[in-house]
C-alpha cells in the first residue's frame, strides 16, 4: 500500500496512532530519563553512602588495630599479674608459716615467762627470807656489839684489877722482903 491508495481517513488515524505512540514513547522516555534520574540520584547518595561507610571502616579497622594492641597488652599485663598473683600467693605462705613460727615463740615466750615469773617469786621470797635473815643478823650484831661493848669494859676493868693486883703483889713481896730482912736482924 502507498500513501494515494490510503484513504485520507485512514492516514489521519495512522497519523494519530503513530503521534500516540509517539507521545507514548515520549512519555516513556520522560519518565525513563525522570528514573534514570532518580537512578543517578539514588548511585550518587549510595557512592556517597558508601564512601562514607568504607571511611567507617578504615576507621574501624584502625580501631580494631588499636583494640588488638591493646588486647595485647592486656595480655602481657594479665601475664603479669598472674606472675604477681603467684608471688604473692608465695609469699602468703611465707606469711603463714612465719606467723606460725611465732606463735610457737610466742607460746614458747609465755611459757618462760610464767617461768621467769615463778623464779621471780622464788626469788623475792628467798629475798624475803634473806632480808628476815639479815635483819636478824643486823639485830645480832648489835647485840654482839652491845656485849663485846660490855666485854670491853669488863676486859678494862680486868686490866685494872690487874694492876691494882700487879701493885698488891709488888708491895706483898717488899712486905716480904722487909719482913725477911727484919727477921735476919
Known amino acids: 500500500m502507498t500513501a494515494e491508495t490510503i484513504s485520507p481517513t485512514l492516514q489521519e488515524l495512522i497519523v494519530a496512532i503513530a ?17 534514570l534520574a532518580e537512578v543517578k540520584a539514588a548511585l550518587h547518595t549510595l557512592a556517597v553512602a558508601q ?16 583494640t588488638e594492641k591493646r588486647v595485647e597488652e592486656l595480655a602481657v599485663a594479665q601475664a603479669r599479674t598472674e606472675k604477681r598473683v603467684e608471688e604473692l600467693a608465695a609469699a602468703q605462705a611465707r ?23 615463778a623464779a621471780q617469786a622464788r626469788t623475792e621470797e628467798r629475798l624475803t627470807r634473806l632480808e628476815a635473815t639479815v635483819e636478824r643478823l643486823a639485830e645480832a650484831q648489835v647485840r654482839t656489839e652491845e656485849r663485846l661493848t660490855r666485854l670491853e669494859a669488863t676486859v678494862e676493868r680486868l686490866a685494872e684489877a690487874q694492876v691494882r693486883t700487879e701493885e698488891q703483889i709488888r708491895e706483898l713481896a717488899a712486905a716480904q722482903a722487909r719482913t725477911a730482912s727484919t727477921l735476919e736482924r
Open 19 to 35: 503521534y500516540k505512540a509517539v507521545e507514548e514513547r515520549i512519555k516513556e522516555y520522560a519518565t525513563m530519563s525522570q528514573d
Open 51 to 66: 564512601a562514607r561507610t568504607e571511611e567507617r571502616v578504615g576507621e574501624l579497622a584502625v580501631a580494631q588495630a588499636r
Open 95 to 117: 606469711t603463714e608459716k612465719r606467723v606460725e613460727e611465732l606463735a610457737a615463740a610466742q607460746a614458747r615466750t609465755e611459757k618462760r615467762v610464767e617461768e621467769l615469773a
